[in-house]
T-cell receptor, first 112, second 113 residues
Framework: DGGITQSPKYLFRKEGQNVTLSCEQNLNHDAMYWYRQDPGQGLRLIYYSQIVNDFQKGDIAEGYSVSREKKESFPLTVTSAQKNPTAFYLC???????????FGPGTRLTVT | GNSVTQMEGPVTLSEEAFLTINCTYTATGYPSLFWYVQYPGEGLQLLLKATKADDKGSNKGFEATYRKETTSFHLEKGSVQVSDSAVYFCALSSMNRDDKIIFGKGTRLHILP
């Protein structure tokens, strides 16, 4: 089955530690995205990538970093510089930037 | 720029009631329109879409018609079930390949048994 996987489902970290969230897709999509969702809120775009080895900042990129070394993979690192990292993180992909997006199941990150 | 406005929630209905969740948009040209659904603790799923004026998207008993004259894409279902309780997002995508999809803020739906 084609789809997007995110791991782990739940992640706990201590304040001051960097943490990397995994996102893999086997849909052969060119574009991939990371969103943050806070309780009762909509989606906020962190980073996106339209092609391997290229990515752009979204609306709330501060304190986050990404890489796109393979078409299938788009990991997100939440750095210690992110002031409020506890949130639900969603990865998505699409054929191109203006096509419908397909989402992974999400990773809930808790930092204490 | 492009934008999507959807009704604020939460919307609370009894089982078997008729559902409407309003969505209006602002865009140049002829955007594609989408409804996504997010069940508790999960990612978003594409529910239905419409790519041109007067198109009707439908899935799982949900329908939405692309109305260019009123710039609307309201989501409807004739008889809701408890299992339809979720957050629903309206979204828009322009014809420009370099434009990103714009999501509404989401509408939480509670269905009471």
């Amino acid at each position: 089955d084609g789809g997007i996987t995110q791991s782990p489902k739940y992640l706990f970290r201590k304040e001051g530690q960097n943490v990397t969230l995994s996102c893999e897709q086997n849909l052969n999509h060119d574009a991939m995205y990371w969103y943050r969702q806070d309780p009762g809120q909509g989606l906020r775009l962190i980073y996106y990538s339209q092609i391997v080895n290229d990515f752009q900042k979204g609306d709330i990129a501060e304190g986050y970093s990404v890489s796109r070394e393979k078409k299938e993979s788009f990991p997100l690192t939440v750095t210690s510089a992110q002031k409020n990292p506890t949130a639900f993180y969603l990865c998505a992909s699409s054929r191109a930037r203006n096509y419908e997006q397909y989402f992974g199941p999400g990773t809930r990150l808790t930092v204490t | 720029g492009n934008s999507v406005t959807q009704m604020e929630g939460p919307v609370t209905l009894s089982e078997e009631a008729f559902l409407t969740i309003n969505c209006t948009y602002t865009a140049t040209g002829y955007p594609s329109l989408f409804w996504y659904v997010q069940y508790p603790g999960e990612g978003l799923q594409l529910l239905l879409k419409a790519t041109k004026a007067d198109d009707k998207g439908s899935n799982k008993g949900f329908e939405a018609t692309y109305r260019k004259e009123t710039t609307s894409f309201h989501l409807e279902k004739g008889s809701v079930q408890v299992s339809d309780s979720a957050v629903y997002f309206c979204a828009l995508s322009s014809m420009n390949r370099d434009d990103k999809i714009i999501f509404g803020k989401g509408t939480r739906l509670h269905i009471l048994p």
